[in-house]
């Protein structure tokens, strides 16, 4: 049961995601180099308020898109988000990238963050991030935020 639990929470919506745009997720073992990286996030506001679990879902401001494999497929993506209680999910966080689009996946298990992005000429990613929650408190009207995502020099530790 903990299994579906966790596949209709990370897999399930991220598949949502990516079956949305149409496309396979990419199935190359490879990172898509011209993607890998770092860079600066910005979030606009929630469309909703995030109540008690607003914690689970505050992206860092910066991340950086690995090139390493991660568990459930995808590559690795870091930093996590900073859970108070330190739970992590194992293959998250991650991102994967489909012919037009990016997905950045966080989740404990139990409260889940995917950003789908999409690449523009300019080099940022721009699209929205969805919050989604085994314990389904928001119904079919899940918080939604812009978010672009800058390239950026990736540091030493990021």
Not at 21 to 32: F, I, L, Y
Not at 36 to 57: D, F, I, K, M, Q
Not at 61 to 90: H, K, Q
């Amino acid at each position: 049961m903990n299994r579906l639990v966790s596949f209709v929470l990370t897999g399930g919506l991220a598949l949502a995601v990516a079956s949305r745009s149409g496309h396979a997720q990419a199935t190359a073992a490879e990172a898509p180099a011209s993607l890998a990286g770092c860079y600066e996030l910005s979030l606009g506001s929630w469309s909703r308020p995030l109540g008690v679990n607003a914690t689970y879902h505050k992206l860092p401001s910066s991340v950086r898109l690995d090139t390493v494999g991660a568990a459930r497929g995808g590559w690795v993506l870091r930093p996590d988000i900073a859970y108070p209680y330190g739970n992590r999910f194992p293959g998250t966080p991650r991102w994967t990238a489909t012919a037009d689009s990016v997905v950045l996946t966080w989740s404990n298990g139990f409260q889940s963050t995917l950003v789908r992005v999409a690449r523009r000429r300019n080099g940022d990613l721009v699209g929205e991030a969805v919050v989604g929650s085994d314990a389904n408190e928001f119904g079919n009207d899940l918080p939604r935020a812009a978010v672009v995502a800058r390239r950026t020099a990736c540091t030493e530790g990021g």
